[in-house]
Each structure stands twice: as structure tokens, then as C-alpha cells.
């Protein structure tokens, strides 16, 4: 059984630029979430899809925004891209939250 | 709003001991618990998780976690550690009704003495 897929696991983006991440779940997973793990704020939430509806949200600013596919894929999309945006971006399915959340291995975004 | 401390930022301990990682939560009711491990560069691969029932849950790797209500603790467990244990072990909280949103805890490293 495939676990959760995201793509690219590495990402280096200027200054200003925007960049798009994404994630597949495992097969039959209709929730997918992100999280943002930083040295210094540890792991955050950024937001939560449901079949293609956003049903959390964390405390992140308009430019961190996401999506969900009929299929479950996932993208998130950051815009204007800072310095502080360099992060390791976790992607979790979960076909009901009983049976816990499996991650992916992640997208390593540095922003120069 | 819910949140997770756990107290010890690095552990060291030698290969074959005991190991007991610790986890206070903060919420009302009955929370979903969990544990996860991270290595290096890698994503966050779930060990246990609790929601209701017997208070000590079996997970893999050997280690298992002891829910207290009355200490809003939920502490990870081996009682003996090998060298590739040595990881970073998160603990997290998922309570808010309808939520499917985890907040972690800080995390603790693990290293192992040979």
C-alpha cells in the first residue's frame, strides 16, 4: 500500500517567488493536511480538506493558500515568497481521524 | 484551545535502558493522543495513538504510552532502547470536535549511547 507522496522533496525559490507543493494521499484518504515545521515555531498547522473543502485553517497569513482535487491530491501554494518561509512543509492523510494520521516524508522549501 | 508540553527538549540515554519521554496536554474532555518519531530529514511516522479505553496502548518498535487523566499526561515508554531509536519523538494532541487539526508538542531528541 503506497504511503502519502509529496512532491518535489526539494525546493530552492527566490526571494518574491511563489511555489506550489504537493501531496497524494493513500489510496481512500479523504482528508489531507499541512503542517510547516520550523527550528524555531516546531510543527504547525497550516489547514485542512475535506472531499475539496477547506474545514480548518491555522494562523498563517493570505499568501499560504491550498487545495484539494476530486481524487484527494492536494496542493498548497505560498506567494511572495520570505526568508522565513524556508521550511520543511509535512503533508498527513487520514481516512478518519480513529485511525491516526500518516505523513509524508515532506518538501524541503528554501527560499533565498 | 488545546496545546502539548514536553518538558525535556534532549534525552541521552545508554543503549538497553529504560526510556520514558514525557507529555502534558491541556484540553477539557477525553483528547485524541499521539506519538510520532522523526529522523533526520523525514517525515513523522506515527508509533501509538489513543482515544478511549484501556489507558496503556501497545504501539510499534516495542513502545508504549500510559494515558493519565488526572495528570493530563500521556508519557512514551521502551524498556529497552536501541541505538537506531535515536530520533526526534513528538507528541501530539487532536481534540477540538469536528477537528481533524493536531498541535505538537516542541519535541524531544533522543540520543543513544553505544
Known amino acids: 500500500k503506497a504511503g502519502v507522496t509529496q512532491t518535489p522533496r526539494y525546493l530552492i525559490k527566490t526571494r518574491g517567488q511563489q511555489v506550489t507543493l504537493s501531496c497524494s494521499p493513500i489510496s481512500g484518504h479523504r482528508s489531507v493536511s499541512w503542517y510547516q515545521q520550523t527550528p524555531g515555531q516546531g510543527l504547525q498547522f497550516l489547514f485542512e480538506?475535506?472531499?475539496?473543502?477547506?474545514?480548518n485553517k491555522g494562523n498563517f497569513p493570505g499568501r499560504f493558500s491550498g487545495r484539494q482535487f476530486s481524487n484527494s491530491r492536494s496542493e498548497m501554494n505560498v506567494s511572495t515568497l520570505e526568508l522565513g518561509d524556508s521550511a520543511l512543509y509535512l503533508c498527513a492523510s487520514s481516512f478518519d481521524r480513529d485511525y491516526g494520521y500518516t505523513f509524508g516524508s515532506g518538501t524541503r522549501l528554501t527560499v533565498v | 484551545a488545546q496545546s502539548v508540553t514536553q518538558p525535556d527538549i534532549h534525552i541521552t540515554v545508554s543503549e538497553g535502558a529504560s526510556l520514558e519521554l514525557r507529555c502534558n496536554y491541556s484540553y477539557g474532555a477525553t483528547p485524541y493522543l499521539f506519538w510520532y518519531v522523526q529522523s533526520p530529514g523525514q517525515g513523522l511516522q506515527l508509533l501509538l495513538k489513543y482515544f478511549s479505553g484501556d489507558t496503556l496502548v501497545q504501539g510499534i518498535k516495542g513502545f508504549e504510552a500510559e494515558f493519565k487523566r488526572s495528570q493530563s499526561s500521556f508519557n512514551l515508554r521502551k524498556p529497552s532502547v536501541h541505538w537506531s531509536d535515536a530520533a526526534e519523538y513528538f507528541c501530539?494532541?487532536?481534540?477540538?470536535?469536528?477537528?481533524?487539526?493536531?498541535?505538537f508538542g516542541k519535541g524531544t531528541k533522543l540520543s543513544v549511547i553505544p
Open positions: 480538506y475535506f472531499s475539496e473543502t477547506q474545514r
Open positions: 501530539a494532541v487532536g481534540a477540538e470536535a469536528g477537528s481533524y487539526q493536531l498541535t
